[in-house]
């Protein structure tokens, strides 16, 4: 193989590794990663319009709030410039910065909602922020894209 077509083939080859990721990481199927009973917090990311569906993870143990359980469980987490983890902006990239350049408060038509609920429980809105609320051993949390509508799935 000439130096041009290797290095051809190895970019194809790293595209194609690429792309399969992606597509691996947008196929974590709902309740996949839901805690056992009494090991954690499960926590429900439920993207909405902004595509990715539902994904489910879990916080080991017992996290000190909100916030906690959501990063401990596996999502990354964005604040806005000018409030920080005040107002959640994005979770895992989304909504994207050409959606929300996250400086202020998120609009009412388009922001992380966050709610409680007991396994297999009704969701309830939080009145406290993620990142004064300390959530139970057991417990689940759930965040949702939108206008302030619950997970669209069964606290599992």
Known sequence: ????VRRRAAALLAAVVVAAGLVAA???PAFAAACAPGT???VVVDFGPLGGGVTVGCHTGDPATGLAALTGAGFTVTGTQ?????FVCRIDGKPTPAQDPCVNTPPATAYWSYWHASPGGAWTY???GAGAYNPAVGSVEG???GSGQAP???AP
Do not use: D, H, K
């Open 152 to 154: 669209s799935i069964p």
């Open 1 to 4: 193989m000439t130096g041009v």
């Open 40 to 42: 954690g917090v499960t």
């Open 26 to 28: 947008e196929a974590r």
């Open 126 to 128: 939080s009145t406290v």
């Open 82 to 86: 000018r409030w920080g983890l005040a």
């Open 143 to 145: 965040w949702r894209f």
